[in-house]
Structure formats: C-alpha cells, structure tokens
C-alpha cells in the first residue's frame, strides 16, 4: 500500500476535526473535533511505523499512548460539559460567559474589585 493513502486520509479527518473545533458552538461536537485530530495523528503515526518497518514500533506505541491520553481527556472533559449542563442548562461555549475571570468590576469592565472589611468582594 502506498504511503499517501493513509497521509491523505490522515489530512481529511485532521481537517474535518479543526472545522469542527473552529466553528461549532455545541462542546460536544467540539470534544469529537478534538478525538478526530487525535485519530489522525494515529493514522499517521501507524502509517510511518509500518512505512519505515521499524523493528521496535515505536508509531503503533506511541499511537497507544496517545489512544489512552484521548480515552481520559474524554471522560474529564465529558465530565466537566456535564456538570456545566446541570448547572447552565446548555453546553453552547459561546454562552458560557460565567467561566470567564470574577475578578473584573462589572460596572467598568476592568481592574479588581474592591474588598469589604471581611475580604470578600
């Protein structure tokens, strides 16, 4: 098999995966963009490995490691769009404005807050 079958797969679902973290709002489809990029760098991975027939595998090795990377990045970050739809009600990251930083005056848009004689603000 040549080499190109798998780069140009490889570039497709790399493609497909950045259009859908740049443009979609739903985090959901955002985590799937982000597992398709991952997916591609293992299609390449393996494609090298076999290419250059390395006698230790250091590709398909690699490409595990990264398979076990993606499975716990996905379960945190299932996690956290779960928690943020119980709290929100929606998981559209446009909207969710309250992740920004507290520490700015609503009234002006900027500095820090001013702290009672407790220290809360």
Known sequence: ??????????????????????????AVLVLMGVELMLNAVNINLVAFDAWFRDVLHGGQTLALFVIVIAAAEVGLALAIVLRVFRTHGHIEVDRLRELADRDLDPSTGSGRRELDRRGVR
């Open 1 to 26: 098999m040549p080499l190109w079958w798998p780069l140009v797969l490889a570039s497709l679902l790399f493609a497909i995966g950045v259009y859908a973290v740049l443009v979609r709002r739903n």
